[in-house]
């Protein structure tokens, strides 16, 4: 026996809280489109965000190390995954829509350039005087423009849920073009715990990666209180054992303690405010899914930490730089000789301008696949320059 598009949507709003958002309510999508039998319109998104050539490019993305660096670093693939995992195990506690959560964790990193921040903020200083750069706004392009892969609409012709979730990712935005979007309204549920899971992931996989990387040895992560209390935690259930195993336990820990403050917060948040309808959500004066202060303030103390510890540590600067050389190289000879680019994307130039277009090429590009460009037109390596000094 099948199930009808009736019986998915009626299985769907038994699980939901009345503040999670159902697929029937979707204000739906840019170009119209038949009813799909199988799937809700968010299952529907979901698929297209994993069958998106953006989506696989993930594997060879920065996130903290450079792709090449280790094979059991994490990349912009393995941590979104870790998002959507993340998201979708709070947003079962809290009665949210799974599907639409899994879509917006997906989705939110497609708009990475390469090189993680630095390749991105390479690229806002190569647009400064022709648009900018900022990642979400590229991930919008991404998913209603540049993915080309259907005949009847460009993009992946997305629900207006899921790329409202991409343009307030992390806040706020007053950036024109965008009031569709409605700026002054509160994102779902659905998409503040998508962001909230995705700095939850980073934060606490940096740890363990740092660890990995032999950047931060076992004294160090002992530094951040968060970090200690899962270590006490893991010493009192198992006693003594091997210290590789001994930090990925306490990681694991730390997280399931903030994944249950986050929970109780956020039960506790909702019920303060009495949010009973995706209308109060939007309409709250605050976000509704957030940590107690005391988690709050301990999660920004290992923050802190990462940034002075790891993220700032010589080994990283150095392929930071690398990576940001490289794209500024490829730029500026692509703006050289148009040419060299894919013949699809230089038949673009006429109507988008060289810089845009280069732009989108570049931001699209894995690591290993912008260095690969580099030594294709330059004949080497991009840290030449650096070991020349």
Not at 139 to 160: A, I, K, M, Q, S
Not at 312 to 325: D, I, N, Q, T, V
Not at 350 to 360: K, N, P, R
Request: negative net charge.
């Amino acid at each position: 026996m099948t199930t009808s598009g009736t019986d998915l949507h009626d299985r769907e709003e038994r699980l939901l809280e009345p503040y999670g958002m159902a697929s029937r309510d979707s204000r739906g999508r840019v170009h119209g489109e038949g009813i799909d039998d199988q799937r809700t319109d968010f299952l529907l998104d979901r698929d297209r965000i994993i069958h998106s050539t953006a989506f696989r490019r993930l594997e060879y993305k920065t996130q903290v190390f450079v792709n090449h660096t280790g094979d059991h670093y994490r990349t912009r693939l393995t941590h979104t995954l870790e998002v959507s995992q993340i998201s979708r195990s709070v947003g079962r506690k809290l009665g949210l829509n799974e599907d639409l959560i899994e879509a917006i964790a997906l989705s939110h990193d497609l708009g990475h350039s390469p090189f993680g921040h630095s390749g991105e903020d390479q690229l806002a200083e190569l647009m400064e005087d022709h648009g900018g750069f900022n990642h979400n706004l590229h991930c919008l392009r991404v998913v209603d423009l540049l993915e080309r892969r259907y005949p009847d609409f460009p993009g992946l012709n997305l629900t207006w849920e899921v790329r409202e979730s991409v343009v307030k990712h992390y806040g706020a935005f007053d950036r024109p073009g965008l009031e569709a979007f409605e700026p002054d309204s509160q994102a779902l549920l659905e998409a503040q715990l998508a962001d909230i899971a995705d700095s939850l992931a980073y934060n606490n996989h940096d740890l363990d990666d740092g660890y990995r990387s032999g950047f931060l040895d076992l004294s160090d992560l002992r530094e951040v209180e968060l970090f200690r209390r899962a270590e006490e935690q893991v010493i009192g259930r198992y006693g003594a054992i091997d210290e590789r195993m001994l930090v990925a336990r306490a990681v694991s820990t730390l997280i399931d303690g903030q994944i249950q403050d986050l929970i109780e917060t956020s039960l506790g948040l909702l019920e303060e405010f009495a949010i009973t309808s995706v209308e109060a959500v939007r309409s709250c004066p605050q976000g509704l899914i957030a940590f107690s202060p005391e988690v709050a303030r301990l999660k920004s103390e290992m923050r802190d930490f990462l940034h002075q510890r790891l993220y700032s540590h010589p080994l990283c600067l150095r392929e930071s730089r690398r990576g940001k050389r490289t794209i500024a190289r490829l730029f500026g000879e692509y703006k050289r000789d148009p040419s060299l680019l894919p013949a699809e994307h230089g038949e673009r130039i006429d109507d988008l301008g060289a810089e845009v277009v280069i732009c989108d090429y570049i931001a699209g590009m894995t690591d290993r696949f912008c260095f690969k460009e580099h030594q294709r037109l330059f004949g080497c390596d991009p840290d030449y320059q650096e070991e020349a000094r």
